[in-house]
């Protein structure tokens, strides 16, 4: 082999070897696809677009060549500095469309709580690991308090798609860790039982007039529409009416690439972020949804593969956090689209247009090959 031969091969073998191929590949179809559709939903944006995924595959290439172990020795440090840029937003924050959300950090401006996302699974992960074999309900107490702390921060600005994200992340953590079944029963009985008394008192509590505890007036609007859509079809309503009947008048195999009409004729709202799953199913129909779903899916059975076979409890409850991060990504996106989950402003993993997202969910990509390259390497 000539020289130059080698030095391409140990080229190559150095930029591919931290990489998953699975879910490399698996990344590269949602990244194409998300190509196709922005084509149509958005044309002025694609090369922005090009410009995020080149620094997402940059990102990705970086983290997955961390050992995971290292990484979480990060956890603490990135989680204390999460902390106060929270309270940094509150005291001296950014307000933008009734939210304080940002700090400016003189040459653009940056949104802390989408590094919770990452840091708080990283954090109770690094904290079980230390605690395994030792672990008590006490280490729950503090788990709780410790991912309740940021959480009441993102609320209070308010944020509730991040606080809902914020809040899996480490629940899930909770969860894998070994929370015991008594209260995960106990929280889930309590969530139904609110549930069913909003549905029986929804009349009363939804009056224009009623306050509710904690919660900003167009929050509980949101919460009020997803119940009753069809109330105020040219107020409130609409945008989630609009996103409806796209989502049904693509049928089977949909309207065609660039012929929606809720699309193109700008009734969809967010066509191009938040509500991108209503322009896929109206241009490609149930085929085109279920195409993307099938992708999801691959995704979700890599990524829980990575975490059984993932050497220490720290990584396992790390890889099995970030996997159930994109899944509720998926749900909650795909809930709020189709009208059965308020409005909470989460994006569509790996599609909806947004850099800091597509930033965020990289990271947890290039968290799951880091730990995968880990395994293997054993």
């Given at each position: 082999?000539s020289a130059a031969?080698?030095?391409?091969?140990?080229?190559?073998d150095f930029?591919?070897r931290?990489?998953d191929p699975?879910?490399?590949?698996i990344l590269?179809c949602?990244l194409?696809y998300?190509f196709?559709v922005?084509a149509?939903a958005s044309?002025?944006?694609?090369e922005?677009?090009?410009?995020?995924?080149m620094?997402?595959?940059?990102l990705?290439?970086?983290?997955?060549?961390?050992?995971?172990?290292?990484?979480?020795?990060?956890a603490?440090a990135?989680y204390?500095?999460?902390?106060?840029l929270?309270?940094?937003?509150?005291?001296?924050?950014e307000?933008s469309k009734?939210?304080?959300r940002?700090?400016?950090?003189?040459?653009?401006r940056?949104?802390?709580s989408?590094l919770?996302?990452?840091?708080m699974p990283?954090t109770?992960a690094?904290?079980?690991?230390?605690?395994?074999?030792?672990?008590?309900?006490?280490?729950?107490?503090?788990?709780?308090?410790?991912?309740?702390?940021?959480?009441?921060l993102?609320?209070?600005?308010?944020?509730?798609g991040?606080?809902v994200?914020v809040s899996?992340?480490?629940?899930?953590?909770l969860?894998?860790?070994?929370?015991?079944?008594?209260?995960?029963?106990?929280?889930?009985?309590?969530?139904?039982l609110?549930i069913?008394?909003f549905?029986?008192n929804?009349?009363?509590?939804c009056?224009?007039?009623v306050?509710w505890?904690?919660?900003?007036q167009y929050q509980k609007?949101?919460?009020c529409?997803?119940?009753?859509?069809?109330?105020?079809?040219?107020?409130?309503?609409f945008?989630?009416n609009?996103s409806t009947?796209?989502?049904?008048?693509?049928g089977?195999?949909?309207?065609?690439?660039?012929?929606?009409?809720?699309?193109?004729?700008?009734?969809?709202p967010?066509?191009h972020t938040d509500?991108i799953?209503?322009?896929?199913a109206e241009?490609f129909?149930?085929m085109?949804?279920?195409?993307?779903?099938?992708l999801?899916?691959?995704?979700l059975?890599?990524?829980?593969?990575?975490a059984?076979?993932a050497?220490?409890?720290?990584?396992?409850?790390?890889?099995g956090?970030v996997?159930m991060?994109?899944?509720t990504?998926?749900?909650?996106n795909i809930g709020m689209?189709?009208?059965?989950l308020p409005?909470v402003?989460?994006p569509?993993?790996?599609v909806s247009y947004?850099?800091?997202?597509?930033?965020?969910?990289?990271?947890?990509i290039?968290i799951?090959?880091?730990?995968?390259?880990?395994?293997?390497?054993?």
């Amino acid at each position: 082999m000539s020289a130059a031969r080698q030095r391409f091969a140990s080229l190559s073998d150095f930029l591919l070897r931290p990489l998953d191929p699975t879910l490399a590949l698996i990344l590269c179809c949602l990244l194409a696809y998300t190509f196709v559709v922005m084509a149509s939903a958005s044309v002025g944006r694609l090369e922005s677009l090009l410009l995020h995924i080149m620094l997402a595959m940059v990102l990705i290439w970086i983290v997955a060549s961390i050992p995971p172990q290292r990484l979480l020795s990060f956890a603490p440090a990135l989680y204390i500095l999460g902390v106060v840029l929270l309270v940094g937003v509150d005291l001296f924050g950014e307000t933008s469309k009734g939210a304080k959300r940002w700090l400016n950090l003189g040459f653009g401006r940056f949104q802390p709580s989408e590094l919770m996302k990452i840091a708080m699974p990283m954090t109770l992960a690094w904290f079980f690991q230390k605690r395994e074999g030792s672990t008590g309900w006490q280490d729950f107490l503090i788990a709780i308090i410790v991912l309740a702390l940021p959480v009441f921060l993102i609320v209070k600005q308010p944020d509730l798609g991040t606080a809902v994200l914020v809040s899996a992340a480490g629940v899930f953590v909770l969860f894998f860790a070994g929370l015991p079944w008594k209260v995960i029963g106990a929280v889930l009985v309590t969530g139904l039982l609110a549930i069913f008394i909003f549905v029986q008192n929804s009349a009363d509590w939804c009056k224009p007039e009623v306050q509710w505890p904690g919660m900003k007036q167009y929050q509980k609007e949101r919460v009020c529409t997803m119940h009753s859509p069809k109330k105020d079809l040219r107020g409130k309503g609409f945008h989630i009416n609009q996103s409806t009947i796209a989502i049904g008048s693509g049928g089977f195999s949909g309207k065609g690439w660039r012929e929606g009409t809720q699309t193109h004729l700008s009734f969809l709202p967010e066509r191009h972020t938040d509500f991108i799953f209503a322009v896929i199913a109206e241009e490609f129909g149930f085929m085109g949804a279920l195409v993307l779903l099938g992708l999801y899916l691959a995704l979700l059975i890599r990524g829980f593969i990575i975490a059984a076979t993932a050497p220490s409890l720290g990584t396992k409850l790390l890889a099995g956090a970030v996997t159930m991060i994109f899944f509720t990504y998926v749900f909650v996106n795909i809930g709020m689209v189709s009208g059965l989950l308020p409005v909470v402003g989460v994006p569509l993993p790996f599609v909806s247009y947004g850099g800091t997202a597509l930033v965020t969910l990289c990271l947890g990509i290039g968290i799951l090959m880091s730990i995968r390259h880990s395994w293997q390497d054993h």
